[in-house]
């Protein structure tokens, strides 16, 4: 999208929002409101940056900015402020014959792994980057992507319940 075409950042903005709230719902694991506020960060600092360098937007230079704004958060101590309202919230109990259930279930869960396995499970599964890619998204080596993944995936196996190997596939 070129800098400085108001009504291109508007489709820009609405072709690619739905993905990039999906990517900050699996950073956040789960919280969508705070998965709204880091996409509206970034959009508004890509806005800003573009209106100053003349820079092109891209849907990968937005995903890289709501990881960034999302990393900005954690460095500030946001982390500990959730997991004190978590605690404060009784759990719910999810009707598990309900594929949306477990799909929310599994995107709280994602709150429990670390931070950098669940960037790399949210670029590599839900935004279905190679491997490559997301070492290039999350600046860090394809090794790192690859070993945070399968660490990430076992974390999440046990936090499920399941046996080695069923259920999250890798």
């Known amino acids: 999208m070129a800098s400085g075409d108001e009504g291109g950042y508007g489709e820009f903005v609405r072709t690619g929002y739905e993905g990039w709230f999906r990517y900050a719902v699996a950073l956040t694991g789960g919280d969508r409101d705070r998965a709204y506020d880091l996409v509206q960060e970034a959009l508004a600092r890509c806005l800003r940056r573009a209106g100053k360098e003349r820079t092109e937007l891209?849907?990968?230079?937005?995903?890289?900015?709501?990881?960034n704004v999302f990393r900005d958060g954690l460095r500030r101590g946001e982390r500990s402020l959730r997991r004190e309202l978590a605690a404060a919230v009784p759990d719910v109990v999810p009707d598990v014959a309900d594929p949306v259930v477990d799909r929310a279930r599994v995107m709280r869960l994602l709150g429990q792994v670390s931070t950098r396995q669940r960037e790399v499970l949210a670029a590599r599964f839900l935004l279905d980057l190679s491997e490559r890619d997301a070492a290039r998204l999350l600046g860090c080596s394809v090794g790192s992507v690859k070993t945070l993944a399968s660490r990430g995936l076992a974390r999440l196996r046990v936090l499920l319940g399941t046996r080695e190997g069923a259920g999250v596939d890798g």
């Open 58 to 67: 891209s849907a990968a230079y937005v995903y890289a900015a709501v990881l």
